[in-house]
């Protein structure tokens, strides 16, 4: 003869239920303030690129120059499948380098656009009260956003997107010039 579970124990067993269950969910995703960037070394001075307007990040791979091509565009670069014109970010930007391009950053959409970087020195995160317009001393228009950090000067933040517009228009503009 079986007694009639208690509110007791039907309360014990809801209780045991959740507890195991709660192994099987995920953690809850972090939430880390501020924005990831990328530190990077170009022409021998630290500088950032926000990760959120890059496609990848790689090693650089065997490059095959073009003949007659812009000192800045180091050649071409073959990536799961794709061709990428890969440009030297240091000459860009008006750097003296003298280090090989090590890093090869993938921004762009459909048409993708490399940039060659010889240091990738880690990432960090930045919140919006740590960037700040100027505060660099880059003169440069693509470098106008800093990252402020303690005990270090100011950390220049390229502005990838407008780089990236400014190189297929001037490709668009020779490949129209033909």
Do not use: C, N, Y
Request: a positive charge; glycine letters at 10%.
């Amino acid at each position: 003869m079986s007694l009639p579970r208690s509110r007791v124990s039907l309360r014990l067993d809801e209780l045991r239920d959740s507890f195991d269950s709660s192994f099987s969910r995920p953690p809850p995703p972090r939430q880390e303030p501020g924005e990831a960037l990328l530190r990077l070394r170009v022409g021998g001075a630290p500088l950032a690129v926000r990760l959120g307007h890059l496609s990848g990040l790689h090693l650089m791979p065997r490059l095959v120059g073009l003949p007659g091509a812009p000192a800045a565009l180091l050649g071409l670069a073959g990536l799961r499948g794709q061709l990428i014109a890969v440009h030297d970010l240091a000459a860009l930007l008006g750097l003296q380098s003298s280090e090989p391009p090590r890093w090869l950053l993938l921004a762009g959409g459909a048409r993708r656009v490399g940039l060659a970087a010889a240091g990738f020195e880690g990432q960090m995160r930045a919140t919006s009260e740590q960037m700040r317009p100027g505060g660099s001393s880059s003169t440069h228009p693509l470098l106008s956003t800093s990252v402020l950090l303690p005990d270090v000067p100011p950390l220049p933040v390229l502005d990838v997107d407008s780089l990236v517009r400014k190189l297929l228009e001037d490709a668009s503009a020779l490949q129209q010039g033909r």
